[in-house]
């Protein structure tokens, strides 16, 4: 069936340091994409999505481009700041019911 | 979007009781969602909940052990029964609202399980 897979983690930067987080899938046909974002004590947020091949979402400074020939949708950010410290999944549609499978999480700390 | 609420936000139960989450959101939807996430680990679908009907649990996943409830489009209960201290988790409900893309879910913060 349809998976992500996303970098281990945790990883922790310095404020201001450039981000990236991997996240690969694989998928029957071409399915929209998603990062998630789980700030500590809350539930999950939409942080950006791309609906095709090429497209690139963003949001709060976050950006991924969606790639079919690499099967990939990374997740980067040029200067990365406390408050950005989370949980984040990768995440892909799944069954009939708009169901979504995520990725096992990288979690990230930003020290000041 | 939506507005999730969950109770309780946490709780610490006995091993072999039962506890009952319940899940309130703000405005009428047709599928709710209910998932689980061990600690350390990533979501993973418990079942959905649909109006009307009976959830649908994924594999690995029974009714017996997760009862769920959904009497209207606005609020569902998932009962977790019988714990062990496997059941250790986050239970988080989540909406597709009406008008919101695929895989445009909305969640609520979450119910922190833990069982001794």
């Known amino acids: 069936g349809d998976s992500v897979t996303q970098m281990e983690g945790p990883v922790t930067l310095s404020e201001e340091a450039f981000l990236t987080i991997n996240c690969t899938y694989t998928a029957t046909g071409y399915p929209s994409l998603f990062w998630y974002v789980q700030y500590p004590g809350e539930g999950l947020q939409l942080l950006l999505k791309a609906t095709k091949a090429d497209d690139k979402g963003s949001n709060k400074g976050f950006e991924a481009t969606y790639r079919k020939e690499t099967t990939s949708f990374h997740l980067e950010k040029g200067s990365v700041q406390v408050s950005d410290s989370a949980v984040y999944f990768c995440a892909l549609p799944s069954g009939s019911a708009r169901q979504l499978t995520f990725g096992s999480g990288t979690q990230l700390t930003v020290l000041p | 979007s939506a507005v999730i609420s969950q109770k309780p936000s946490r709780d610490i139960c006995q091993r072999g009781t039962s506890l009952t989450i319940q899940c309130q959101v703000d405005s009428q939807v047709t599928m709710m969602f209910w998932y689980r996430q061990q600690p350390g680990q990533s979501l993973t679908l418990i079942a959905t909940a649909n109006q009307g009907s009976e959830a649908t649990y994924e594999s690995g996943f029974v009714i017996d052990k997760f009862p769920i409830s959904r009497p209207n489009l606005t609020f569902s209960t998932l009962t977790v029964s019988n714990m062990s201290p496997e059941d250790s988790s986050i239970y988080l409900c989540?909406?597709?609202?009406?008008?919101?893309?695929?895989?445009?879910?909305?969640f609520g913060e979450g119910s922190r399980l833990t069982v001794l």
């Open positions: 989540s909406v597709a609202p009406t008008g919101a893309g695929t895989g445009e879910l909305f």
